[in-house]
């Protein structure tokens, strides 16, 4: 099953890689306004930016098959409305944007999800060869789908391309009706609910150390090698002069660039670290896009794209893994999610600037600030570590011990308030019970706290308060489950601190 998917979305890319050459293109002979040329790949990562988290949390809580099969559904409608208005002539550049939006609107709801379903379709052991190939499929594709539309352009003329994006999710919604995802263990807590589920995910990524350093690293190297991706159209039609097969060249190059790659890249992750190959991929980007800003033979452009390719799926696939390896199982869906909102918020805050930077200066100087920007980024955000969750272990500890009733407790019921109260062995011990339980405090949110304090008793030295707010008393229930072994090893040196056992108290609004 995982090998009729993978060949049948390599075809899809294929198909979408086409479009999205031919929709950059197509725009260039629209219009020549640099700012509307770089609103296509506005339009295209905007969806990404927006609804990440709101696809994450529907991952998280609906069917993951049906919600691919009519997002592919969806996308496959629209692909085709689409290149019905480009055959008949109705296209306008504002018609294009919108199109290019809302069929990134059906990508963006179906991504989290396609990455979420990869453990359902192989064993465990075989889960990073998965991870690879389907890196490998993905960069092929963009390899071979813009080159595909650039030689298809002149012969058949500029629809072509979008009506082959249009039958080309046809495989990928046939592979997924008739594939039947493996029946897993049941919760005994019921779903989350939607709006929970967002929530719960962006207190998440607010309180974790290592996913926001992440954050951090991906805004600097993203908001800055937009700039080849909005004005590449341009680079190809002004300045190497060329049509849309060198169009489509260069953004095969591209994906050429990245694939090669890909096989050294675990040789470089050795050698440099992660932090190392972030900052040579950020290195290789600015390289790029200063050939870029020179260029005026084709050999040149194509060697920037090579060169951009590689640096592409370095910093990618690194940031990814970072991201991977600060998140527990419980809320990758939406981790990641929120990870490819800052990624794709980044693409499409940074190719309006360039774009409309362009537009005030020129093509060539855009460029080059672009790459000056990208270099003095490396330093300014050198402290910010990455993969730094590598060394945590996010396993369910299930240390935490049920919580004491005396009479019946409905899921709804709430708020909660939990109180824990600590008595110090040793007075020196003060500052250092401070700061454990200062990293307590973003467990607890991280985990469903809506609110935390810790307060000091007047009136007895060494005498804490620990308090905590959660929404229901389901919500709680879920704290139990989501403390980790890496939370256990930090509570565990809290209690290495106190005279005897915390005392802990649950308390739950009364109903009227």
Excluded at 62 to 82: H, M, Q
Excluded at 193 to 205: C, I, K, Q
Excluded at 462 to 483: K, N, Y
């Amino acid at each position: 099953m995982f090998a009729m998917l993978w060949v049948a979305t390599i075809v899809s890319n294929i198909g979408s890689w086409m479009y999205s050459a031919a929709a950059g293109w197509l725009m260039t002979s629209l219009t020549k306004d640099a700012f509307l040329v770089s609103l296509v790949q506005v339009a295209n990562s905007a969806p990404l930016f927006l609804l990440a988290m709101v696809a994450g949390a529907l991952t998280d809580i609906v069917d993951k098959r049906r919600l691919l099969i009519w997002g592919e559904s969806a996308t496959a409608v629209l692909s085709g409305i689409f290149a019905a208005y480009v055959c008949f002539n109705w296209v306008t550049p504002i018609s294009l944007l919108w199109f290019m939006f809302l069929v990134s609107v059906c990508g963006a709801l179906t991504s989290p999800a396609w990455q979420a379903v990869v453990p359902s379709l192989v064993p465990k052991e075989e889960l990073p060869g998965a991870i690879s190939a389907n890196s490998v499929g993905f960069n092929l594709s963009r390899a071979v789908g813009p080159a595909l539309a650039g030689a298809i352009i002149a012969p058949l003329g500029i629809a072509a391309p979008f009506v082959i994006n249009a039958v080309s999710n046809f495989g990928v919604i046939g592979v997924l009706v008739g594939w039947r995802e493996p029946k897993v263990t049941a919760d005994a807590l019921p779903a989350e609910r939607f709006g929970s589920a967002v929530g719960v995910g962006l207190r998440y990524a607010i309180n974790s150390t290592a996913l926001r350093k992440t954050f951090v690293r991906t805004i600097a190297f993203f908001l800055f090698a937009s700039a080849y991706w909005a004005l590449l159209p341009l680079v190809a039609r002004l300045r190497v002069s060329g049509g849309p097969a060198m169009y489509g060249f260069l953004l095969g190059a591209i994906g050429l660039g990245a694939v090669g790659a890909a096989f050294v890249m675990p040789h470089w992750k050795r050698r440099f670290g992660a932090d190392g190959l972030v900052a040579a991929a950020s290195i290789g980007t600015a390289i790029a896009l200063v050939l870029f800003a020179i260029a005026r033979e084709p050999i040149v452009a194509v060697s920037a794209s090579v060169v951009a390719g590689a640096a592409w799926i370095s910093g990618v696939a690194t940031l990814n893994v970072s991201a991977q390896l600060a998140l527990p199982d419980w809320v990758r869906g939406r981790g990641l999610a929120m990870y490819m909102t800052v990624m794709f918020g980044s693409l499409t805050l940074g190719s309006a600037v360039w774009g409309q930077v362009a537009t005030l200066t020129s093509l060539q100087a855009t460029l080059f600030i672009a790459a000056a920007a990208m270099l003095v980024a490396i330093p300014l955000t050198w402290r910010w570590k990455l993969q730094t969750g590598e060394r945590l272990d996010l396993t369910p500890s299930t240390q935490w011990p049920a919580p004491v009733v005396t009479h019946a407790v409905e899921g709804a019921d709430g708020p909660v308030l939990v109180t824990i109260e600590y008595r110090l062995a040793r007075a020196h011990d003060r500052q250092s019970f401070l700061r454990a339980l200062d990293e307590l405090q973003h467990e607890r949110l991280r985990d469903g706290a809506s609110s935390w304090g810790i307060f000091e008793d007047t009136s007895q030295s060494g005498t804490f308060l620990e308090t905590f707010l959660v929404a229901s008393w389901t919500e709680h229930l879920r704290q139990h489950q989501r403390v980790t072994n890496a939370d256990y090893v930090l509570q565990a040196h809290v209690m290495q601190l106190l005279q005897g056992d915390p005392q802990i108290s649950h308390f739950i609004a009364p109903k009227a």
